[in-house]
């Protein structure tokens, strides 16, 4: 059964770190490309990264960027996000979900989703 589930959220301080981690089963990513997304409240999904199986390219968006990053452990079949330099912006839930195939291809590439992770970022 292919599954992926995410662990790591909390409450942080604004310029605090959190590393969140998406345990992959069922499948190995090696060979999917696997993104993280968020979904702050009252505001749609939005994608913050995603790493690509091939080769390990990462990217992230824009409003991450300098801030976030994305990394794997293929012995562990797991996918982190290091999330630095928290702002009260990145309060939402995270989830990791996996892509069709190998590359990132977008959002509506997604075909397995975790139940998401609450990360909350407050004085």
């Known amino acids: 059964q292919v599954q992926v589930v995410e662990s790591g959220g909390n409450w942080v301080q604004p310029g605090g770190s959190l590393r969140l981690s998406c345990a992959a089963s069922?499948?190995?990513?090696?060979?999917?490309?696997i993104g993280w997304l968020r979904q702050a409240p009252g505001k749609q999904r939005e994608g913050v990264g995603c790493?690509?199986?091939?080769?390990?390219?990462?990217y992230l968006a824009s409003s991450v960027k300098g801030r976030f990053t994305i990394s794997r452990d293929k012995a562990k079949n797991t996918v982190y996000l290091q999330m630095n330099r928290l702002q009260a912006e990145d309060t939402a839930v995270y989830y990791c979900?996996?892509?069709?195939?190998?590359?990132?291809?977008?959002?509506?590439?997604?075909?397995?989703w975790g139940q998401g992770t609450q990360v909350t970022v407050s004085s």
């Open positions: 979900a996996r892509q069709k195939n190998e590359h990132c291809n977008g959002y509506s590439q997604y075909d397995h």
């Open positions: 069922g499948f190995s990513v090696d060979y999917y490309a």
């Open positions: 790493i690509s199986a091939n080769d390990g390219s990462t």
